[in-house]
């Protein structure tokens, strides 16, 4: 017997510290290069959305790849893109982790319109109690004290 999947995730990270280092112009070739990042690993984007301080990430991943594989491609790869190019005025940095959570074909055109309408979603909420919610949804147990980096000064 031959093997079959359907691997598709949702996939949620911030800048680092949620600073808001995204912005529209950077978008419009962001999204682009981390569809390539995936592309280039055998997976498939299906939708990428987002506002300044993090991207929503809908797409399937080849069989051979691990999740946490496949975000370091992609955040790695893109991080270095940006500063390479000066993209932002300021060193450019993603969160250490992410969230990743398997999406059923059933939902992908939800979850999809739920990426595309990111802009709206959060001027009611946000990111940090979008995220919270999703940990909740999807019965993932978390520490709150570890779930979001913070700056220290000094």
């Known amino acids: 017997m031959s093997t079959y999947t359907s691997l598709t ?12 280092r995204i912005d529209a112009a950077l978008r ?3 999204y682009p290069y981390i569809g390539g990042i995936i592309r280039g690993e ?8 987002g506002i300044a301080d993090h991207l929503h990430i809908l797409a399937g991943f080849h069989p051979t790849i691990a999740v946490s594989e496949m975000l370091q491609h992609v955040k790695g790869s893109s991080s270095k893109w940006i500063n390479g190019e000066k993209k932002t005025r300021e060193r450019f940095e993603w969160q250490a982790g992410y969230g990743a959570f398997t999406v ?4 992908v ?13 959060h ?6 109690d979008e995220f919270l919610a999703l940990l909740k949804r999807h019965n993932i147990e978390y520490d709150p004290r570890y779930v979001f980096e913070t700056e220290h000064a000094g």
């Open 9 to 20: 995730y949702h996939i949620i990270f911030s800048t680092k510290y949620r600073k808001p």
């Open 28 to 30: 419009n070739e962001l």
């Open 42 to 49: 055998k997976g498939r984007l299906i939708e990428i959305g």
């Open 104 to 107: 059923s074909q059933s939902q």
């Open 109 to 121: 055109s939800t979850v999809r319109n739920y990426i595309q309408r990111q802009e709206e979603h």
């Open 123 to 128: 001027k009611k909420l946000s990111f940090q």
